[in-house]
C-alpha cells in the first residue's frame, strides 16, 4: 500500500510532467502523442492520457488539427501566457522548455531546426560552487585563493557569502569580504581554490544595503539613432512602447548595463556600438559609480 508521502511524490511528478507538455506545447506550436512519447520516453498509452489529462486542464489550449493529427496551441492561449511572461508570473519560460526538450547546442551531433550557442567560455567549477552553496545554507565563512583584475596574483579572502548570483555570462558570490570590511562580488572563475571554515558568518544579507536596495532603471533607444533606429528598437526591445522600465537589485546594476550595452554619455557612447542608454543616469549614478 502506498504511503500518503509516496502518494504525494506521485502527485509532484504528474504536476511536473503537465508543466514540461504545456511548456512543450507553447513553445512548439503543437502537440502530439509521439513527440511525447519521444521526449519523456512514454508509452503510447501513457502519452494518450497525459495528453487527455492537459487538455481537460487547460480547456482553451488545444485544437485538433485532423490534417497532421496533432493538437495545435490556441490564441487564447498565446495571449494569456504573453501576458503572463511578461508580468514574470509564468512557469513557461523559454529557458525551462529549452532545459527540458531534446534542443542541442550549435555545431553538436542532432542539432536539429533549433540549436542553442551560449559561447560559455566562463566554466562553473561544480566543487567551487557546491561550497559556496553549503556555506550560505550553513551561514559559515570561505577561504577563498582569489584572483582579480587589480590583483591577478592568488590571494586570500575571507567572505561571508549570502547569495550566489549569475549576472549575464558569469556566476559571482555575494557577500562581506572581512578584509576590505565590506559588500563584495567574487567572480566564480576567479577562485583559485576554496574552503569552508568551521567560524559562523556574523552578517546577512540584510545588511547588505546595495544588494537590498531595488533600483528603478529606465532604459532607451539611444537619442542619437535616426528616429526609423529609434523604432526599431523599441518594436525591438520595448513592445513598441517608448522605454523600459527595469527593477534591478542595486548591486547588480552595473552588470546589466554592461551585459545589455547601454550609454552611460549619450554624447561619447555612440551608435552603433551603443542601440540603448540609461535615461535616468542621475537617479541611479550612485549605483554605478559608487563614491
Known amino acids: 500500500m502506498s504511503t500518503a508521502n509516496e502518494m504525494k511524490q506521485a502527485n509532484l511528478l504528474e504536476k511536473n510532467r503537465h508543466k514540461v507538455i504545456r511548456r512543450m506545447a507553447l513553445w512548439e506550436g503543437r502537440l502530439s502523442r509521439g513527440r511525447l512519447m519521444n521526449v519523456l520516453g512514454l508509452s503510447g498509452i501513457r ?12 480547456p482553451n489550449w488545444l485544437e485538433w488539427d485532423n490534417k497532421s493529427k496533432s493538437y495545435y496551441v490556441t490564441d487564447a492561449a498565446y495571449r494569456k501566457t504573453n501576458v503572463e511572461l511578461k508580468a514574470g508570473t509564468s512557469e513557461l519560460s523559454l529557458a525551462a522548455y529549452l532545459a527540458e526538450a531534446d534542443i542541442h547546442a550549435d555545431l553538436a551531433p542532432g542539432a536539429g531546426p533549433v540549436t542553442v550557442a551560449p559561447w560559455a567560455f566562463s566554466h562553473v567549477n561544480p566543487h567551487v560552487f557546491s561550497r559556496i552553496r553549503l556555506a550560505i545554507e550553513q551561514r559559515t565563512r570561505l577561504m577563498l585563493e582569489y584572483r582579480s583584475m587589480r590583483t591577478p596574483e592568488p590571494h586570500a579572502r575571507t567572505v561571508e557569502p549570502h547569495s550566489l548570483v549569475q549576472a549575464g555570462r558569469r556566476w559571482h558570490i555575494r557577500g562581506y569580504c572581512l578584509e576590505t570590511s565590506d559588500f563584495r562580488d567574487f567572480v566564480l572563475g576567479r577562485i583559485a581554490k576554496i574552503s569552508m571554515l568551521e567560524h559562523k558568518a ?9 544588494w537590498s536596495a531595488v533600483v528603478k532603471v529606465r532604459i532607451q533607444a539611444h537619442p542619437k539613432l535616426t528616429p526609423g533606429q529609434q523604432d526599431l528598437v523599441r518594436s525591438e526591445y520595448f513592445d513598441g512602447t517608448a522605454a523600459r522600465v527595469h527593477s534591478c537589485r542595486g548591486a547588480l546594476l552595473p552588470y546589466l548595463v554592461q551585459e545589455l550595452r547601454l550609454a552611460l554619455d549619450v554624447t561619447k557612447e555612440l551608435p552603433p556600438e551603443y542601440q540603448m542608454a540609461v535615461e535616468n543616469i542621475e537617479e541611479v549614478r550612485k549605483w554605478l559609480f559608487p563614491s
Open 47 to 58: 502519452a494518450s492520457q497525459l495528453l487527455r489529462e492537459v487538455r481537460e486542464e487547460n
Open 202 to 210: 556574523e552578517t546577512t544579507s540584510a545588511e547588505d544595503a546595495k
